[in-house]
T-cell receptor
């Protein structure tokens, strides 16, 4: 079975500083990888996804992530954060086999931006 | 595109009562998913439908839980004889089956509190 580990439950960052949110996964077969963001009192919104091809994936709001197969990682980065980036961030994995539809999520990382 | 909607947004009930939640997916989406999110955790997969057919159910979905999607449009999730452990956010998502991995779009969720 697949699993996702988000190593940091909370990450405080000063405004305009860079940030990296870490995600590692475990799976015996190839996977698709996702990052979702959850703002307070809102549903999950897709930031970016990796399906195949280039290992560097760019998403919305200036975020990007890099797939590293040897490290089984998919870390999320942003070069300069804003107050509006304060939210909970979830990494998720889905098996690439046909018929596998469920997403398996990590426990989330709460990003707090310090003015 | 009005997004995925869920009703009610909040539900407070007494232990032992039955509750039903509704999810309306994005109109052209043929896949619909239910997840449960407890405090401090990521969403956990419960079940998913392709059109009217329920194709996968998690072991988390006990006999007290039942989900339906009778006409392949909206879906309902019913919990019978609620227990305090059922208190959680219930999330619905929908997607459109395509040639590449389809993105799951999430609704705002229904927060259930069992007293």
């Amino acid at each position: 079975a697949q699993s996702v580990t988000q190593l940091d439950s909370q990450v405080p960052v000063f405004e305009e500083a860079p940030v990296e949110l870490r995600c590692n996964y475990s799976s015996s077969v190839s996977v698709y990888l996702f990052w979702y963001v959850q703002y307070p009192n809102q549903g999950l919104q897709l930031l970016l996804k990796y399906l195949s091809g280039s290992t560097l994936v760019k998403g919305i709001n200036g975020f990007e992530a890099e797939f590293n197969k040897s490290q089984t990682s998919f870390h999320l980065r942003k070069p300069s954060v804003h107050i509006s980036d304060t939210a909970e961030y979830f990494c998720a994995v889905r098996l690439s086999n046909f018929g596998n539809e469920k997403l398996t999520f990590g426990t989330g990382t709460r990003l707090t931006i310090i003015p | 595109d009005t997004g995925v909607s869920q009703n009610p947004r909040h539900k407070i009930t007494k232990r032992g009562q039955n509750v039903t939640f509704r999810c309306d997916p994005i109109s052209e989406h043929n896949r619909l998913y239910w997840y449960r999110q407890t405090l401090g955790q990521g969403p956990e997969f419960l079940t998913y439908f392709q059109n009217e057919a329920q194709l996968e159910k998690s072991r988390l979905l006990s006999d007290r839980f039942s989900a339906e999607r009778p006409k392949g449009s909206f879906s309902t999730l019913e919990i019978q004889r609620t227990e305090q452990g059922d208190s959680a956010m219930y999330l619905c998502a929908s997607s459109l089956e395509g040639l590449t991995t389809d993105t799951q779009y999430f609704g705002p969720g229904t927060r259930l509190t069992v007293l």
